[in-house]
């Protein structure tokens, strides 16, 4: 639906096969099937039935869970922009110039499992969230996901004070100097108002997409490898 909506209302004019599309729906296969779901199951099977909020009531659960949790997705996005290492992993999903949808899934899966690990382990672990409530919120996540890397244009007004919106999340991805470590993002956009790292000018669209520098590859296997080349 996403990639669809690009086509007919584009932010860029760009083929609906892109380069790079196979590599991305390859990401998508391993890190959210290969990965994530049988790590998700592992973790909970294997905890102990002693868990600090698994008797709270659930509209409790979903407040902790969702700024909580957003934070600490905030907290790690932020370090991978900060911390070398992590960044050389992260770069893999600035890559792409071309963006739509589908960009949501590049990742690299050690990084994919750098940024999953913690707040499952948080969540399923320590706290003992019911997985209803994880379940829900993987699903928004993974719908906005989708909307805020399509390359469709639509403004969100006000709302990018509250939420990551498709408006706000492009330029964290703009290959422009003033753009650059900002929108960390990933649910909210709380936390870049408050931590003033928020950039999301309404007189000017994103020039560009990419990372200065870095010619981008269409290939999963080049980008498991991007880590050890720069």
Known sequence: MFLAAGHFRPLFQQPLLRAGLRADLTHAIVNGVLLDLPMALILRAATPGAFLLADAPLWQQIVVFLF???????SIHMLHHRVPFLWRLHQVHHSTRQMDALSHARSHPLE????RVPFLVLFVVVLGIDPRVIAWYSAMDLVQGLWVHSNTRLRTGPLKFVIATQEFHRWHHANDPAAIDRNFGGFLSIWDWLFGTAYCPSNRDVPAFGVPGLDPSPSYRDHLMMPLRR
Do not use: R
């Open 68 to 74: 909580v949790g957003d934070l600490l997705k905030w």
């Open 112 to 115: 994919f499992l750098l940024n």
